[in-house]
């Protein structure tokens, strides 16, 4: 006898089949992705459509972020995600989880969704005003392949209420009031974080080009974009601009233009020092968050001292990129457990069963 949750889990399963699909062709591949033809192109309609509501979420991004969700919801990446928690996902009582999500990058609060949906619970769903649209697209969809699930979701239109956990993701200073409004509840509250890497100075043009991803994909707005590198000194900085060379063309979405020329015009009023190579501005900087369209360096002596430094500011960061850490190119394609501030959030979601 089919259970529940494996109804859950097979709906996921079509549900990242259908946005391979949605990723990968403009072309109706028939009823196997689990839309008509019409309701196909209606979708694909979404990714230049969206961009007018939000101007960061181009086509190349949005079919970005499925292609990673496609990939991650996959039976064997599901199956294995889940198996360490899969004798209580069977016997859950429902709790409703209210979630509230960021909107830096396309469906970043899918994750925390999926965990709700697929444990059993019920999912309260306060969505960002930067992404309102592709997230109940997709749920829409999943209610379609399993419509059982259409009970687990509601989006609140004003105050939240009638609920018992949370999840809020967002800046320092919305998790400061997060943790005063929501403090009576079963609650992880996301921060601001960022990400950075460390280059040993024998980097392939191979693995710089990977770094450019880290920086670049999703126009440098993740938690998970690379915002400052820490390089050894005497490192040449030209062999790195070398390595991302080929990322020029981010250079010409508008808004990344903008704020390249905008951050260059102010630091050179103030009579910063920089380097440039058109697309990117370089600065030597104590800080780790630098400014879109800009990256921070900092030279270090001993890569040791350095890992202890950053280890200081662990609660600050989301990544680490490099040889010994995140492999150059893939700080933007977490897995199921590469949870956001290293919160297991179905071990939170398991423990709410206790309470």
């Known amino acids: 006898m ?20 949605l990723a990968e062709s403009d072309q109706w591949p028939g009823f196997s992705c689990a839309l008509t033809e019409t309701e196909f192109s209606q979708l694909r309609s979404l990714f ?48 409703t989880v209210a979630v509230i999500c960021a909107g830096n990058i396309p469906i970043v609060g899918f994750h925390d969704i999926l965990s709700i949906l697929i444990t059993g619970h019920k999912a309260l769903i306060k ?9 109940p697209a997709l749920l829409h969809l999943l209610c379609r392949i399993e419509p059982a699930m259409e009970s687990q979701i509601a989006y609140p239109t004003g105050k939240l209420e009638d609920f018992g956990a949370v999840i809020a993701t967002g800046s320092n200073n919305t998790a400061r009031y997060f943790h005063q409004y929501f403090s009576s509840y079963p609650h992880i509250i996301r921060k601001g974080r960022h990400s950075v890497a460390v280059l040993s100075g024998e980097e392939t043009n191979e693995e710089l080009n990977g770094l450019g991803h880290d920086i670049f ?8 974009s690379v915002s400052k590198i820490y390089v050894p000194r005497g490192y040449d900085l030209n062999h790195f601009f070398g390595g991302i060379f080929s990322f020029k063309e981010v250079v010409n979405h508008n808004k990344y233009a903008n704020n390249y020329d905008y951050n260059k015009a102010v630091w050179l009023l103030n009579r910063e020092e920089l380097m440039e ?79």
């Open 127 to 135: 969505l960002s005003s930067d992404d309102d649209v592709l997230i």
């Open 48 to 95: 230049l459509d969206v961009k007018n509501r939000n101007g960061w979420f181009t086509e190349e991004a949005v079919v970005q972020a499925f292609r990673s969700w496609a990939d991650a919801l996959s039976e064997d990446s599901l199956a294995e995600w889940i198996a360490p928690y899969r004798g209580k996902i069977e016997s859950v009582r429902p709790v």
């Open 277 to 355: 190579n058109g697309f990117l501005i370089l600065k030597e900087d104590l800080r780790i968050p630098s400014p879109t369209a800009s990256l921070f360096y900092e030279y270090y002596d001993d890569l040791s001292s350095l890992y202890a430094q950053l280890d200081q500011v662990a609660d600050s960061l989301q990544c680490i990129v490099s040889r010994d850490k995140i492999p150059f190119g893939k700080s933007q394609c977490p897995g199921l457990s590469d949870y956001a501030d290293g919160v297991d959030t179905m071990a939170f979601l398991n423990g709410l069963l206790e309470n």
């Open 217 to 224: 994909d999703f126009y440098g707005l993740g938690c998970r």
């Open 2 to 21: 089919i259970t529940p949750f494996q109804q859950r889990l097979s709906a996921f399963v079509q549900l990242g089949r259908a946005m391979r699909h």
